[in-house]
């Protein structure tokens, strides 16, 4: 496996492409989510040419893995869609905040922690690449409990709210700590195969 990273025309047509498409298959068929999609590639407003994307590539290239990173300072769905999961305010320019979102793994080989972890990895290396110091997210409860099992400290924004069938929550992972703290609960292991693009 291999994990790919960069915005859509650093990825180029194909891979992004297939990543949109992956989406639609994880978020719209498998979840059910009613979100906005053309054709079989789910795609929204918060895509746009400054987002970056990391993608993880099985053996045969077909993405089993992705997410997106957006500074908060600019349009996300923490503060867009989903304001009342935070008790903060919409950062200032040049932000050190960024958000996570779209992220999904589908894997069949019984390693599902194992790329989970790459994935987030990439993204926290990335985010602190930018000059990131956290990272934010629009999450679930058994997500946060499933980061906690992982050793990734993080907390709530806010009081969790019911949207739909779900009970939602906005996450916050501080950038800095998180090495620390996995290296303290023996869960530290770098990306795999990291390739900024």
């Avoid at 926290?124 to 992982?150: A, E, N, Q, Y």
Wanted: glycine letters at 8%; one cysteine or more; proline letters at 5%.
């Amino acid at each position: 496996m291999k994990i790919i990273s960069g915005t859509a025309s650093e990825l180029g047509a194909s891979i992004y492409r297939g990543l949109l498409e992956f989406r639609y298959e994880i978020f719209v068929k498998r979840l059910g989510w009613q979100i906005s999609f053309i054709d079989k590639y789910e795609a929204d407003q918060f895509d746009t040419v400054d987002t970056i994307y990391v993608a993880a590539l099985d053996a045969r290239d077909h993405i089993c893995g992705c997410a997106r990173l957006m500074n908060t300072a600019a349009p996300c769905l923490l503060y867009d869609v989903f304001p009342k999961l935070t008790q903060s305010s919409r950062p200032q320019p040049a932000s050190t905040e960024w958000e996570i979102s779209r992220f999904a793994i589908l894997t069949a080989n019984g390693l599902p922690t194992q790329l989970t972890r790459a994935v987030l990895e990439a993204a926290i290396s990335l985010v602190k690449k930018h000059g990131g110091d956290r990272l934010v997210s629009v999450s679930t409860p058994p997500l946060s409990r499933l980061l906690t099992r992982m050793g990734y400290a993080h907390h709530y924004l806010g009081e969790p709210v019911h949207y739909g069938d779900s009970d939602l929550v906005g996450l916050c992972i501080g950038i800095e700590s998180q090495q620390e703290a996995l290296e303290n609960t023996g869960a530290y292991t770098q990306p795999l195969s990291l390739q900024a693009g």
